[in-house]
């Protein structure tokens, strides 16, 4: 949807943010980890936020695994002949050499505690469900031994399959299946005409490479107070855009520090676009990593991922005290901008790495559909899928928020993350991360 109108207070611009959203997501494309496209999204991160006006900015490089290529085939016998299906890899699982065999369905997670070391020893195994998110029902897959797990994810009653990604630390430390996809519609016809028998092939070279989070810095006149930190991603899953994961929270950080830069604050803002967020927070795991000694300094993280679904909902996911979560609804209610409040400790967003370091999180995202969004990790996530409208009627409620934060002395709420919130995080942290605490 294009820009129609001009933005007074603040001097948000509409056109401008149009302009880099449609470089990004129409000029560059797809912006997996580690290839040439995430290169050149971070080097205009770079340029954009130089003109902006910010003190500082840098990019720091971190190892990540980039998908070089995949093929997957899947094929069905359906009465006397073997019918093609749509399929594709999960990113970080390994291929598998030409696999037939019977269709084992398993119904997750309500079956895993099923799963005995070597029962699916050469099965070829559909798993209706999401993948494991629990440890160990992840090590039970693992230990079951399956020769190909098909994947159908019931959150896309749809006829496409999404890209998605494992945790790279249960694949390092647990061992990993060969995992492919194929859609809903297809798994759901092949229930029903009772189709028993399937071959997998699923080539996919990954390869070590470099992805960069790119970092700048607002000067504030008093360096001694808490920093706010405004974060997104600019990575995206493989075969496509990621007009709304996530453009949309890239173009909110560019518009954020062009209009703050000009502002007197006595606070330091902190700009940071994450690379290899799609492979679980890769990139913002690195910058704690690299940074745990400074996040002390840092006193909350303003997070963008996914934000201009044209019908939705916006939501906000606060990790925080109470005061914290009052204080932001408060403020943006009074900016007209209404909310959906969360309160969860979420591992799959950029703020998670910060949280787990006790540093409390505002996530701002845009939601069409009971689970989550229909384009997402999808061909469907393009520039003709978002609404710049919305993502200006975001900002103008969440820009003074940020602005009055910036420059007041003391935070108008509780600093800090609940001892619950903190006790979650570290065992997510524990659990898929491998972080030690
Ligand atoms: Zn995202």
Not at 161 to 182: E, F, L, N
Not at 420 to 430: F, M, N, P, T
Request: with cysteine.
């Amino acid at each position: 949807m294009k820009p129609t109108q001009t933005d007074s207070p603040f001097d948000l611009q509409p056109r401008r943010l149009w302009r880099d959203w449609q470089i990004l997501c129409g000029d560059i494309g797809e912006l997996r980890a580690g290839t040439e496209g995430e290169r050149r999204a971070a080097a205009l991160l770079v340029d954009r936020l130089r003109k902006a006006g910010a003190d500082r900015v840098w990019t720091e490089d971190f190892d990540c695994q980039s998908l070089r290529s995949s093929r997957v085939q899947v094929s069905a016998r359906e009465g006397r002949r073997w019918r093609p299906v749509a399929a594709n890899i999960v990113t970080g699982a390994p291929g598998t050499g030409p696999v037939e065999g019977d269709l084992e369905w398993w119904e997750m997670p309500e079956s895993a505690h099923r799963l005995k070391p070597g029962c699916l020893r050469g099965k070829v195994v559909a798993i209706f469900g999401p993948l494991p998110t629990e440890v160990q029902h992840h090590r039970r897959l693992v230990e079951a031994d399956p020769a190909v797990v098909i994947h159908v994810d019931e959150r896309l009653p749809f006829s496409w399959t999404k890209s998605d990604g494992v945790y790279p630390h249960w694949a390092r430390h647990y061992g990993m299946p060969s995992i492919i996809t194929v859609p809903y519609t297809d798994a759901w016809r092949w229930r029903r005409e009772r189709v028993g028998r399937v071959r997998v092939e699923a080539t996919v070279r990954l390869e070590p490479a470099q992805s960069q989070n790119v970092i700048a810095e607002l000067t504030g006149t008093e360096p001694g107070l808490p920093e706010i930190f405004i974060t997104a991603h600019h990575d995206t899953q493989a075969g496509n855009p990621g007009a709304d994961d996530n453009g949309s929270g890239v173009v909110c950080l560019l518009e954020l520090a062009r209009v703050l830069a000009a502002r007197p604050r006595r606070r330091t803002l902190r700009l940071v676009s994450f690379g290899t967020e799609e492979q679980l927070s890769v990139g913002s795991a690195a910058y704690v990593r690299a940074h745990s000694l400074e996040l002390a300094k840092a006193g909350l993280v303003v997070n963008f991922d996914s934000v201009s679904s044209p019908l939705g909902h916006f939501e906000l996911s606060c990790v925080g005290k109470n005061s914290l979560a009052r204080h932001a609804v408060r403020a943006l209610a009074d900016r007209n901008l209404d909310v959906v409040l969360r309160r969860v400790v979420t591992p799959f967003v950029d703020n998670f790495p910060f949280n787990w370091a006790g540093v409390p999180s505002l996530w701002f995202m845009r939601t069409n559909f009971p689970g989550g969004r229909w384009q997402h990790h999808s061909p469907h996530d393009t520039l003709e899928h978002v609404s710049v409208d919305e993502v200006m009627r975001l900002l103008r409620a969440v820009v003074p928020l940020v602005d009055d934060l910036a420059r007041d002395e003391r935070w108008p709420f509780a600093a800090g993350v609940p001892v619950a919130q903190r006790a979650e995080a570290r065992r997510l942290g524990r659990a898929l991360f491998g972080f030690r605490s």
